[in-house]
């Protein structure tokens, strides 16, 4: 089933992916997301050092507080679920798990040697919708790097691998980056962080993102020599 899926036209293999390992897939996604907020809240109630007030740039002047960006700052539970949604392989989708959880955890140790926060705003964001929520669940400490922004990158450069392979048409990739892109900006927007934390949080992604996808190469062409081997 996988290779035949591999030929079919784009739009033809949404739904096999979908659909295969499903179970697994979904399943594994709400767990490393459960045990992830586990380890972010006790990091973030129980700080083992005092914290550090990032600094602002001159980035962060030039992007204004926006409320609807809210919306995109909550669609990365959306987004970043869509690479491994569409993955066909186990082993390669027991790689993403893994290396995902590698950054989170390095995210971790990081929020734990060097705790750090926003400076208050001035803004008053309890007028408005969901923020109320948000500061629940996402306090403005843990700020960098920002894993908003990191587990994105990763997702991004996964997905961008993935369509590329399914060879979808450029549209789809267009909305790949620019979800991205509207993601890192809500951080911002949302101040939520400060353009230090997405620019961590960026490089963090990036670099668990390429070695995760260096593995699977690695993997795949050894796979590949032993189906040739007599």
């Not at 669609?75 to 869509?82: A, F, K, M, N, T």
């Not at 408005?128 to 920002?146: K, T, V």
């Not at 997905?159 to 979808?168: G, K």
């Amino acid at each position: 089933m996988p290779r035949a899926t591999r030929h079919l036209p784009w739009q033809r293999q949404l739904w096999p992916r979908f659909c295969r390992l499903f179970w697994l897939k979904s399943i594994g996604t709400t767990a490393i997301m459960w045990v992830f907020f586990e380890g972010y809240f006790h990091v973030l109630r129980h700080p083992a050092y005092p914290l550090t007030v990032m600094p602002l740039t001159v980035v962060d002047a030039l992007v204004p507080f926006y409320p609807p960006a809210l919306l995109l700052y909550a669609s990365l539970w959306i987004y970043v679920p869509l690479a491994p949604a569409l993955l066909l392989g186990l082993r390669e989708l027991v790689m993403f798990g893994v290396w995902i959880v590698a950054l989170c955890a390095g995210g971790l140790l990081i929020f734990h040697f060097w705790p750090t926060t926003l400076a208050p705003s001035g803004i008053d964001r309890t007028p408005y919708l969901g923020f109320d929520i948000l500061h629940g669940i996402d306090a403005a400490a843990n700020a960098c790097p920002s894993l908003h922004v990191a587990s994105a990158a990763f997702s991004f450069i996964w997905l961008e691998r993935v369509l590329r392979e399914m060879q979808a048409a450029a549209i789809m990739r267009a909305v790949n980056v620019l979800w991205f892109i509207a993601i890192a900006y809500s951080t911002m927007a949302t101040r939520q962080h400060v353009f230090i934390d997405v620019a961590a949080g960026l490089a963090l992604g990036t670099v668990f993102a390429l070695a995760a996808l260096w593995c699977r190469r690695a993997v795949s062409r050894d796979t590949c020599q032993r189906q040739r081997a007599p």
